[in-house]
């Protein structure tokens, strides 16, 4: 079994800066990527950022130049800056795991709200 705890959620205001982690533990036998995604209220859940074994990065358009993903063995951190209010969300991380198309698990999510 893999667990995943997510940290560093809170209010901020716009503009500011929040620094999210994720530790993943438990039967972690290869990793090929971590990442985060978020839902807002009423929203779908969508991604915001991943990061491969090899250190490859995505990000979604809405954050690219403002979030910035990084990873240390099995932990994942995603530091957020210049935070707007359509950044609220609950902030959920993944890991993939295995061979071939690997196996996603899931933290439980951090809120994140950003005031205006």
């Known amino acids: 079994q893999v667990q995943l705890v997510e940290s560093g959620g809170g209010l901020v205001q716009a503009g500011g800066s929040l620094r999210l982690s994720c530790a993943a533990s438990g039967r972690i036998f290869r990793i090929n990527a971590l990442g985060w995604y978020r839902q807002a209220p009423g929203k779908q859940r969508e991604l915001v950022a991943t990061?491969?074994?090899?250190?490859n990065t995505n990000y979604a358009d809405s954050v690219k130049g403002r979030f910035t993903i990084s990873r240390d063995n099995a932990k994942v951190y995603l530091q957020m800056n210049s935070l707007k209010p359509e950044d609220t969300a609950v902030y959920y991380c993944t890991i993939n795991l295995g061979w071939g198309r690997g196996i996603d698990y899931w933290g439980q999510g951090t809120q994140v709200t950003v005031s205006s």
């Open positions: 990061i491969t074994s090899g250190g």
